[in-house]
C-alpha cells in the first residue's frame, strides 16, 4: 500500500533535547569521551587580552570548528559551517543549540593571522592528542616508519620564473670532510683544504609567483607540478608521531636528520626504523646504527646499464683495499674525492683485452673505474639487516603503517591538495590533519577498551612520563 507523506511535519513543534538527536555510536561521542578539550584553555592564555576587547568566541569552539572540518575531511571553512548549521551532532559536539548562531566563516581565519599565525599552537594541540594515546597505551614505538609524500600546491604551474640559488653544503659537510681526509691520509694522500669546497656553486630552479614556498615537484619522469612535501614518522599501529612539511623539490633524504632525532628524543625505546629505498645513503645508514638502532630497507637496484656488471659483481678486498672485477682482475686505490667516494681503477692494458671488456666498460681508455663511499660499512650493514627475518617482518608492516597513513590523509582528510598558499599554512593543515587521524583512533580504540577521560586523567596523575610531555 503506498504511503503519502507530503510535509505536513514540517511545521510541528516539539519539545527535543539535542543530545537525542546523535546517535549514540556517532564518532563526535566517542571523541568527547576521549578527550578533555579544556586542556586548549591554557594554550591560548597568552593569545588573548586580559581587560580588552569584545567577548570573544570560546577558543574551545573554535579549534572543534577546525577539528571537524579535519575530521570529516571538509574541502573549505566555508562548507564546514554550512555543514554545522543543518547537522545536529556538530552542533551538539560544539555546544550548540538548534537555533544557537554559528560563527561566520571568515571567524578562524581572522582569529590565525591575529593569533595563532607565529604561535605553536598547532603543535601541541598535535602533542596533547598524542599524548593520550601515549598515556592509554596505545602507542607502539619499538618500529618506527618514515616516509614523505607530496601535497600538490594552490599554485599554477605556467605562472612561474626560473631563479639562480645558492647551492648549499650538506648538512653533514664538516664530518664528511673528517672522514674523507682521515681516510686519504691512512693512503698517504694529501688531506683536501675545506676553503676549496663546491659550496658556492649555483642552480636554476623554477620558483612559482603565486605561492613562492613551495617547490616543483618532478612526479614520474614526465610530470611535474608545484607542491609541498610533508615528512612523516609512525609506530606500528599508524599513530604518526612527528610531522614536518617542506617545499616539494626538497629531497626526502635531506629532512631526515631533524626528524628523525625529533622522533628518537620523544621515543627513546625505537629499535628498528623502517624506511624506503629514497633514504638508504651512507650519512643515513651512519646516523641509525650509531644511535644503537638498525635500519630497516628494501632492495636498491644498481644504476648501471642493461647488459653491463652490476656493482655486487666487483667485490671489495678489505685485507688488500681493493677491488675485483668479476675477470678476476684487480683494481687499485687511487684516491677519495670531496663526495666521500674511495675511486679504485683497473689497468688499461689489460682490460683492452679483456673478453667482457663490453660488459663492464665503455670508457675509450679502457679502464674501469668503481667507488666505494667512505662510509660503506653502514650500507653493507643495512643489506644484513635487510635479509634477517626480523628486518624482513619490520619491512612488511610498512605498507600497513606509514602507506596506509598517507593513503587515509589524501582519500579521508582532504590532504592530496591544499588550498592555503604558505609554508606556515600548510604545515598548519598537515599537523591538524595527523592530529586528528591520531584522535579518531584514540577515540575508537578508547571505546573499544572501555576506556574514557576520566580514566585518563586517573592515571596521568600518578604515572611517570617522559620530560618532552611534562609542559601538558
Not at 594541540?125 to 594515546?133: D, P, V
Not at 601535497?151 to 645558492?166: L, R
Request: proline residues 3%; positive net charge; glycine residues 4%.
Amino acid at each position: 500500500m503506498i504511503t503519502k507523506n507530503q510535509g505536513k511535519n514540517r511545521e510541528q513543534m516539539q519539545i527535543i533535547c539535542i543530545d537525542d538527536l546523535v546517535p549514540e555510536d556517532h564518532l563526535l561521542r566517542d571523541i568527547e569521551k576521549a578527550i578533555d578539550f579544556s586542556f586548549i584553555y591554557d594554550l591560548v592564555i597568552g593569545l588573548y587580552s586580559e581587560d580588552n576587547g569584545r567577548p570573544s568566541i570560546d577558543p574551545v569552539i573554535l579549534f572543534k570548528i577546525i577539528l571537524i572540518q579535519f575530521i570529516f575531511g571538509i574541502r573549505s571553512m566555508r562548507q564546514t559551517i554550512r555543514e554545522i548549521q543543518v547537522n545536529m551532532a556538530y552542533r551538539w559536539f560544539l555546544g550548540y543549540g538548534m537555533t544557537d548562531k554559528i560563527p561566520h566563516f571568515t571567524t578562524f581565519g581572522k582569529n590565525y593571522v591575529r593569533r595563532f599565525a607565529d604561535s605553536d599552537i598547532f603543535e601541541k594541540i598535535f602533542e596533547r592528542i598524542l599524548l593520550e594515546a601515549v598515556t592509554a597505551g596505545f602507542v607502539d614505538a619499538s618500529a618506527v616508519f618514515i616516509d614523505a609524500t607530496h601535497i600538490k600546491a594552490s599554485a599554477n604551474n605556467k605562472k612561474s620564473v626560473n631563479q639562480a640559488v645558492k647551492i648549499e653544503a650538506k648538512h653533514y659537510h664538516d664530518e664528511l670532510m673528517e672522514e674523507i681526509n682521515k681516510d686519504r691520509s691512512e693512503h698517504g694522500k694529501k688531506p683536501f683544504d675545506d676553503d676549496d669546497d663546491n659550496n658556492g656553486g649555483l642552480k636554476n630552479v623554477k620558483k612559482s609567483t603565486t605561492d613562492p614556498d613551495c617547490g616543483m615537484f618532478h612526479k614520474g619522469e614526465h610530470k611535474k607540478e608545484f607542491a609541498y612535501t610533508t615528512h612523516v614518522a609512525c609506530d606500528k599501529h599508524n599513530f604518526v608521531l612527528e610531522c614536518d612539511v617542506t617545499a616539494g623539490n626538497v629531497h626526502d633524504s635531506v629532512m631526515f636528520d631533524g626528524l628523525y632525532n625529533s622522533v628518537i628524543e620523544k621515543f627513546p625505546e625505537i629499535e628498528e626504523v623502517g624506511l624506503d629505498r629514497g633514504y638508504k645513503t651512507p650519512w643515513i645508514m651512519k646516523q641509525i646504527f650509531d644511535s644503537g638502532r638498525n635500519a630497516v630497507t628494501p632492495y636498491k637496484s644498481p644504476m648501471t646499464k642493461k647488459g653491463f656488471f652490476k656493482k655486487y659483481d666487483y667485490v671489495y678486498d678489505e685485507y688488500y683495499d681493493c677491488i675485483v672485477c668479476p675477470n678476476n682482475q684487480v683494481l687499485k686505490y687511487t684516491t677519495t674525492n670531496r663526495d666521500g667516494y674511495r675511486e679504485f681503477k683497473s689497468n688499461p692494458q689489460i682490460c683492452k683485452n679483456c673478453l667482457h671488456r663490453t660488459q663492464c666498460t665503455e670508457s675509450k681508455n679502457f679502464q674501469k673505474v668503481v667507488t666505494l663511499h667512505v662510509w660503506h660499512e653502514y650500507m653493507e650493514k643495512a643489506e644484513d639487516v635487510r635479509h634477517s627475518p626480523l628486518g624482513k617482518e619490520i619491512y612488511a608492516l610498512r605498507s600497513q603503517t606509514i602507506e596506509r597513513v598517507f593513503a587515509d590523509a589524501k582519500e579521508k582528510h582532504f590532504m592530496r591538495y591544499t588550498h592555503f598558499r604558505g609554508l606556515a599554512r600548510v604545515r598548519m593543515q598537515v599537523l591538524l590533519t595527523f592530529a586528528c587521524m591520531n584522535l579518531k583512533k584514540l577515540a575508537k580504540w578508547k571505546k573499544k577498551n572501555g576506556l574514557s577521560d576520566s580514566v585518563f586523567l586517573y592515571f596521568f596523575r600518578f604515572l611517570n612520563f617522559k620530560t618532552i610531555f611534562y609542559a601538558f
